[in-house]
């Protein structure tokens, strides 16, 4: 059974950082691209960042470009999300994915979720 724990989530004020983490049980992600999404109550969950298979490719939401960074360790099926210069409109619940097979953009690419980590970011 595949499971996806995330973690590094919490409160943190506007211009700070905070370091996701993501690692993935049951099954090898190696071959499949990796992705964040986000969700605020009321709105659909909205692509954050995603990584192919052997890191061959990164891809960010215009509004984090710049200030996010996406990794993958695969020898520890693990991706995580760097996000420094934090504004309060970062403030979601976070969501990694795993599995996808194409660029990994879409939640419907993905077949396997994390249970989600809160991210707060005051002014």
């Known amino acids: 059974q595949v499971h996806l724990v995330e973690s590094g989530g919490g409160l943190v004020q506007a211009g700070g950082s905070l370091r996701l983490s993501c690692a993935a049980s049951?099954?090898?992600?190696?071959?499949?691209?990796m992705g964040w999404f986000r969700q605020v109550p009321g709105k659909e969950r909205a692509f954050v960042a995603a990584?192919?298979?052997?890191?061959?490719?990164?891809y960010y939401a215009d509004s984090v470009k710049g200030r996010f960074t996406v990794s993958r360790d695969n020898a520890k099926n693990t991706v995580y999300l760097q996000m420094n210069s934090l504004k309060p409109e970062d403030t979601a619940v976070y969501y990694c994915?795993?599995?996808?097979?194409?660029?990994?953009?879409?939640?419907?690419?993905?077949?396997?979720w994390g249970q989600g980590t809160q991210v707060t970011v005051s002014s």
């Open positions: 994915a795993a599995g996808a097979t194409g660029w990994g953009l879409s939640s419907r690419e993905y077949d396997n």
């Open positions: 049951g099954r090898s992600f190696s071959a499949y691209a």
């Open positions: 990584i192919r298979w052997r890191g061959a490719g990164t």
